[in-house]
């Protein structure tokens, strides 16, 4: 069983071919029982690989990753009956809950450029009035806890991206297009409940949001793999 996790390649195939059963079961399967059948292993797939991954490492901010994950997936739980205001308000909390985790795994002490961050932070803003535009006469009671929720989530960009310069290239990219697929999976969720149907929603929020969360601890997993190698090579 640990082979399945600790071999990239075979995880990966596993990982999307869980994915992709999880999709088909959002599209064309009941909801009850199939849906709380398939729709956890995403997120405990992620868990135990991160464990079996990171088994014997030393690492202080790995307990954040756990919490993370794991207040992702009682979201998801929670998210599969959004039918539900106030399940879905549970829902929307454990996300944020979960994001802030995040939000403090990708902290670090390492100084940064602040004329980098402007342009972007710019960019972020901008795209958020824009979705909050279209959704603002839709959201009602929803109006704080989604502001709320989507401040957060600006925040998990702002903090992977600059986490630039203080972990290897790679471990950089995956993360931040991760949380760069969570934004448009998260935004898209939003249109979908508050606003209007799009073309291949269920199927595009799904996939984005299964690609974000893989990438996420792909690029968290190789930030470990980097330093454990830094430490030995002194």
Same mark, same amino acid.
């Given at each position: ?39 956890? @292993?995403? +997120?405990? !797939? *992620?868990? =135990?690989? /991160?464990? #079996?991954?990171?088994? %014997?490492?030393?690492?202080? &901010? ?87 929720? @989507?401040? +957060?989530? !600006? *925040?998990? =960009?702002? /903090?992977? #991206?600059?986490?630039? %310069?203080?972990?290897?290239? &790679? ?64």
């Amino acid at each position: 069983m640990k082979i399945l996790f600790t071999n990239h390649p075979k995880f990966t195939f596993f990982f999307f071919a869980v994915l992709f059963i999880d999709i088909y079961v959002k599209l064309y399967c009941p909801v009850f029982p199939y849906r709380f059948i398939s729709k956890p @292993f995403v +997120i405990i !797939l *992620l868990i =135990v690989s /991160f464990y #079996f991954n990171n088994r %014997g490492k030393s690492s202080n &901010k790995k307990l954040w990753v756990y919490f993370g994950l794991f207040s992702f997936l009682i979201g998801d739980l929670l998210n599969i009956k959004d039918s539900n205001f106030l399940v879905l308000g549970l829902s929307l909390f454990f996300f944020s809950i979960g994001k802030i985790f995040f939000c403090v795994k990708f902290s670090h002490k390492g100084d940064f450029n602040v004329l980098r961050l402007i342009p972007f932070s710019i960019i972020m803003f901008a795209y958020a009035v824009f979705l909050i535009g279209i959704l603002f006469k839709s959201l009602n009671v929803f109006l704080v806890p989604a502001l709320v929720s @989507f401040f +957060i989530t !600006l *925040l998990m =960009v702002q /903090f992977a #991206f600059l986490r630039k %310069g203080s972990c290897n290239k &790679k471990s950089y990219l995956h993360v931040f297009i991760g949380v760069l697929l969570y934004v448009f999976s998260e935004s898209m969720l939003a249109v979908k409940l508050f606003r209007m149907d799009l073309p291949l929603q269920d199927f595009l929020i799904m996939m984005l949001y299964g690609v974000s969360m893989y990438l996420i601890i792909s690029g968290i997993l190789k930030e470990e793999d980097h330093k454990s190698t830094s430490l030995s090579t002194h």
